[in-house]
Nanobody
Framework: QVQFVESGGGLVQPGGSLRLSCAASEFPFSSYSMAWYRQAPGKERESVATIDRTGGTTHYADSVKGRFTIARDNAKKTLYLQMNSLKAEDTAIYYC????????????WGQGTQVTVAS
């Protein structure tokens, strides 16, 4: 079964930056919109940012607008999330997926990558 592979997480101080990557080698990546999600301890998974299949249109949750940037490289089948000015409340496991995870034959969730913002 196709799964996305997230990487790039880690421990960072408040105000710091991280760049997450998501590999989609076995998926028709360039044909679909993609998204980054996150799930903090004790909270439901939420959408953080979305990007259309060409990379021309992006949307962000209000909580990350102006700080996070979603991008994609269709030739490399890779999705990115540049995270700047990180805050403690950004601490979560970050996942990539389509806007329809586990539905209509689209892949379900991968392992995610842990982002911890702490001093």
């Amino acid at each position: 079964q196709v799964q996305f592979v997230e990487s790039g997480g880690g421990l960072v101080q408040p105000g710091g930056s991280l760049r997450l990557s998501c590999a989609a080698s076995e998926f028709p990546f360039s044909s679909y919109s993609m998204a980054w999600y996150r799930q903090a301890p004790g909270k439901e998974r939420e959408s953080v940012a979305t990007i259309d299949r060409t990379g021309g249109t992006t949307h962000y949750a209000d909580s990350v607008k102006g700080r996070f940037t979603i991008a994609r490289d269709n030739a490399k089948k890779t999705l990115y999330l540049q995270m700047n000015s990180l805050k403690a409340e950004d601490t979560a496991i970050y996942y990539c997926n389509t806007p329809w995870p586990g539905s209509f034959g689209f892949p379900s969730w991968g392992q995610g990558t842990q982002v911890t913002v702490a001093s």
